[in-house]
């Protein structure tokens, strides 16, 4: 069992950055997937960007790269998502989730998640 804590969220303005974090405890992550989603209200769930344990492959979608990027420290237990230029579009609820198969864009693929942290960009 897989116990996943994000923080970091917050209300910013349009152009500034956040990192959020994604704590987990129960058992290392090493040999999990990760992948960072967000929900924003009356939408569904939607894949931000992923990263495999070993750090080898990383995936994020076109709405945020080149802005967010995704980094794990295993040593910490812990995954990162560092949000840069950040855009009102980009409030939502993010959530961390984990899988010991490949990274998916599938919410349901993937079997623990955080409670999410919650982001507002001021326009």
């Known amino acids: 069992q897989v116990q996943l804590v994000e923080s970091g969220g917050g209300l910013v303005q349009t152009g500034d950055s956040l990192r959020l974090s994604c704590a987990a405890s129960?058992?290392?992550?090493?040999?999990?997937?990760v992948g960072w989603f967000r929900q924003a209200p009356g939408k569904e769930r939607e894949f931000v960007a992923g990263?495999?344990?070993?750090?080898?492959?990383?995936y994020s979608t076109d709405i945020v790269k080149g802005r967010f990027t995704i980094s794990r420290d295993n040593a910490k237990n812990t995954v990162y998502l560092q949000m840069n230029n950040l855009k009102p579009e980009d409030t939502a609820v993010y959530y961390c989730?984990?899988?010991?198969?490949?990274?998916?864009?599938?919410?349901?693929?993937?079997?623990?998640w955080g409670q999410g942290t919650q982001v507002t960009v001021s326009s």
């Open positions: 989730a984990v899988r010991a198969e490949a990274i998916t864009q599938t919410p349901r693929d993937y079997a623990y």
């Open positions: 129960g058992r290392t992550l090493s040999g999990y997937d």
């Open positions: 990263m495999a344990w070993g750090g080898s492959r990383v």
